[in-house]
């Protein structure tokens, strides 16, 4: 097992130089450079770009620019400066992911929450009326796109009062207490977190079903129930354990898939997460700040496939890995 | 959104994952209870059609596709034609008894003036009744190479009719919406065309070859597959020089989509492949001498169609969510050309939703159909395929 | 010494009376606290023009698209930065946008030598920062070192020079600064009122160790940050909010002698989708928005009373929108390039530099349509950089070519231009079909929506112009850097104040913003000549009547000529929540914010 995971680690390591390889060539291959957007101002002469473009070292052969910044990184663990904010990108992006994840979890919960026991209920009903409309339900809201149906909560949010209109937290935050400040918090995170952890939710569910549908067809089930054990064991005590192994496999991928939904949640629920300064700093062409944040959110989703893997192989000794 | 890269779980293996039995794909043609009247397409197509919404998802499709190649002649106008009379206008209330009680078959309409120009608020002329005609002369259009100017259906000039309204610019917004399924709705197959090739391509040669080949490939997909979708398709949109026309952005954003969606296929394909190649036909088929050509097209590949037609079907609505999204940030195909994205992007406000929901839930209400319509039909083409339920009973 | 007490004494008499009669029993800040003023008056105070006598107290919030990049005034270059440290820090002088006046501020007066090449500068004594130190001399000489500092070249830089020279700058004595220029410079206090000033004390460190770019980053601990101006820094949380509070420092004060600003607090919540500015302003979190789409003012006028708002029609507001051809050639050797040669290709190159083709050009476009449509209305008709909306410098008469079709078309017909083929579009007199590609920046929806009206327009006289909607950097860099476009439609806004010289690098040829021909080393024609006299002229004089003349054929020429082909300017109107006093909205930037310092929340008004 800690080989296992030791080994996991280490081959981390090269596929994040590898993203960092890939994000860096990227940016290289874009056009146009950050000091463009500066450059509208009439006031600003060619001589002050000229001066940026040496001091941000944008002058050095892209080679000579890579080497230094992996050196950094590997070393001093230095994502760079960002050109923007005048700030160590490291410092700009902390935040942000804090924010991301703190809402791709709370969409995780919701993703998982609602997919497991409305994936058990739907097998254990299996093609009946609630099976059929758990289906659609699902499906319906998966068919809307983030775009829209973030509008529309927005606006729900807005008339009803009931929740707050984005934003991560209300304006006297500060001077409320630690139970204050965490219902604050969990009420700014309901609807965004509602919209992301819906869209996995339609896959999960099925999943689930058939995970357990699977599951209940096998011999030793039959067994349980030849024994005597009332239905409820069989499905929850045995049955559900086995069935959520394949869905723990997925994790990984759905933490990915929610790290990314997230962004378009992040821009229409002002949510200040790493979604919107990447945008931002690709649009001003922020190099290092681009390349930082899409490392982060590489590197989340390389920590949320590797504890996917642990928790697999602790919860299931059959898997056999080559 | 979807990510492009979703691809569904590889098809059933019992959960003993070590030991192959015969129990692969390939016993679709030799399990015992298959009657031998009974076809595969026979049995898929029963099976299919237990699922109504499937059917129906199918069907909702297919006249999609149909609407979208015959656009031009549908649509009544272009879809740049700005009409400077009428911005913002409501769609167009089609009655069928006019005012003096006669009976209109095909429905017709009153015309319209503007009367607050910063409401945008029109009242009709119900003294005259304009009726719709069905092939009317309008603005010339090339089909199929064809140069041809009679639509579907229309108004007798000067007069317009807007069963959608018009948008700020004064655009019909059916039209631009009939327009727009033409890049909507190809977005998703020639993505999926590219990315399933490559998929099966790479993914194919991976499980056969194995060595560094498998490495080298492996190792690629892991990298693409572990940076967030949204993320490297921003990253990559912005190497593409933007003041590209429109087509070639639509070109672009195609690409793109599907270079980042060939990753997740490759691997379960790859998978597939390794079990596949296990069986023992393909040991017989090699012992026997043939080609490895041969043996990856003839035996391995159309053993994995099945999953591939249902990945594909999945696949779809990731694309057509990828080019809403592209839009929605600025960075999809743009104005005057229209697609569904950007005509979401630009209504998504306040105002439109108050005063002009129909600008939003056009565009709105294709997508969540089409993408809903894909989303039955691969499910109902995955139960249709899976051999258990089509067999019947438990295997193995 | 008998004296001087008793002469405080009555003073603080005095100022207990002051407070005591503003109302409401003193100073009561809105939840109720009695404010105190912690410092003593400096012996320059400077009295702040305010319409009313307000309290002290309340908060002001405002939404942001994005959130500052920096409280360095220095390195500050973006609006959403501008927006917060403008408050932070002042300068010399300050342009009051109620009466379209320049006002002292750090100065106390100033004056100029007969031939207009000596400016003497008398500070306020007694003015301090934020932390008590007092702002003298030494910390003014120390920002025209940073001004000029070659390797942080801040945007000012080209402000504070004359003829390319820079100032010669010298303190007699801690309170008086004298400026030699080598000839009457029309922009001087403009440009010096533009350079704010930070404190030596806490920043020489830094720049001396060549640290200076990311001193006073939005890192730094609200407490370092020291500033001059009426608002410091009290809180920044990254992403989603800055706090400003009062500087208690700060030499404003009301005709009462009460020291300002009477606000506690100023917040710019950071919202980066306008709708859900927009909700939040519905909501009440927010209680002014600086930015409004045409479209959405009906929605804002209907819900004035229920909001307890009001949107302020301020009138044509001071950003344009135009677009012009390329003209652009080769300035330096390139590989593949000859000097001279056009960016464009020679043929377009060849319709770009007729005269009758531009001015054909802006014959054709139907502006009253763009504003009832893109505008719902509410635009006006513009043909300048100085909009209706600049006081001083709109010059009716110099209006450009208005929507004519039938003299389009004749100016095209008489260049021999005609539609030999039957496809709707002319061909040029050498059988070319005569079309071109509009760049423009995509995010922006009234510009896209713009060019699809030029794009129709163009048509009708039978030239195909084919929008391409881009993101603004790869705009830029066509703009700027390799002129790769045909033409581009875009837009300027404002400087303040609204001098036009302050933007006479689009006037001048050799201007970096010239940009139908960019950096020219010579001008390349008569008119553009002429022009660059007129700018000249234009910059060494304080004569306004003079100036204003000079202005008007300058436009004139621009017009004539055709190089930027105008479009309608919107009409600017912003809402802010009926609780505040003092406001006074304007079109110039910062409209809601410039004078901060004097808002108050009226009594009654729903606490903060």
Redesign the interface.
Known sequence: MRTFILRRVLQAIPLLVGISALTFLLLQLAPGDFLNTMAENPGISVESIEAMRTRFGLDRPWYVQYGLYLKNLVFHLDFGQSFSRHQPVFAVLREGLLNTLLLAVSAAVVTWGLAVPLGVWAAVRQYSWVDKGLSLLAFLWLSIPEVLSGLLLLFFAAKTGLFPVGGMRSLGWDSLDPLGKALDLLHHLALPALVVGMIPLAGRMRQMRANLLDVLRLDYVTTARAKGLDERTVVFKHAVRNAINPLITLFGFTLGALVSGSFVAEIIFSWPGLGRITLDALLTQDQYLVMGSVLMASVVLVAGNLVADILLAVADPRIAYD | ???VR?VP?PP?LP????TPTDTGPASLETAGGATATQTPWGLFWRQFRKSP?AVAGGALLIVLYGLALLAPFIAPYSQ?E?D?ER?NHPPHRLRWIDASGRFHPLSFVHSTTLVD????RFVEDRSRAIPLRLFVRGAPYTLFGLRLDRHLFGVDAPHRVYLLGTD???RDVLSRLLFGSQISLTVGLVGIAISFTLGLLLGGLSGYLGGWADAVIM?ST??L????????L???R??F???L??QQVYLSIVVILAFIGWAGLARVIRGMVLSIRRQEYITAAEALGMSRTRIIVRHILPNTLSFVIVAATIAV?GYI?GE??LS????GV???AASWGNM???A????V???FPWM?FAP?TA???T??AF??LG?GLRDALDPRKVLGG?TG | MHSTRSRLAAAAMLAFLAWGSAGCGGQQGIAGSTWNDPHPLPTDTMTVPTPEIGRHGGRFVISQTSGPRTFNHIMANETSSADVVDRMYVGFTELDYATDRIYPLLAKSWETSPDGTTWTWHLRRGACFSDGHPITSEDVLFNFELAYDEKLHPSIQDLLKVDGKEFEVSAPDSYTVVMKIPRPYALMVPAVGALKIMPKHRLEAAYRSGDFASAFNVATAPESIVVSGPFVLKEYVAGEKTVLTRNPYWFGVDAKGQRMPYLDEVIYLIVPDQEAASLKFQTGEVDAIDNVKPSDYSTYIDGQKKGNYTLYDLGPGMSTNFFWVNLNTVKEPKPGKKVGAPYTDPVRYSWFTRREFRQALSKAIDREAMIRSVFFGDAVKNWSTATPGNKTWYTPEAAGLDYDPEGAKALIAGMGWRDRDGDGIVEDELGRTVSFTMKTNGDNVARVALANFVRDDLSKIGIRCTPVPLDFNTLITNLRQDFQYESILLGLSSAVPPDPMMGQNVWKSSGLTHYWNVGQKKPGTEAEARIDALVADNVATLDLEARRRGWREIQEIVNREGYFIWLPTIVVKLPVRNKFGNLQPSVLPHRLLWNIDRVFVKEGGTPA
């Open positions: 959104m979807t990510d979703a779980a059933a959960p003993t994952v070590t919404v740049e700005m400077r911005y120009l910063s409401r945008s700020p610019s004064g190792r892991e990298l597959l572990s940076i967030p979708g949204l993320y490297l921003i990253a990559l912005g190497i020089p933007a003041d026309p429109s609505p969510l809403v999204v929605f940030l600025g960075l743009q104005e005057p979401l992007s630009q998504r406000s306040q105002r939703l108050t005063s939003l709105g997508i969540f159909v993408v809903l989303n039955f499910d438990k």
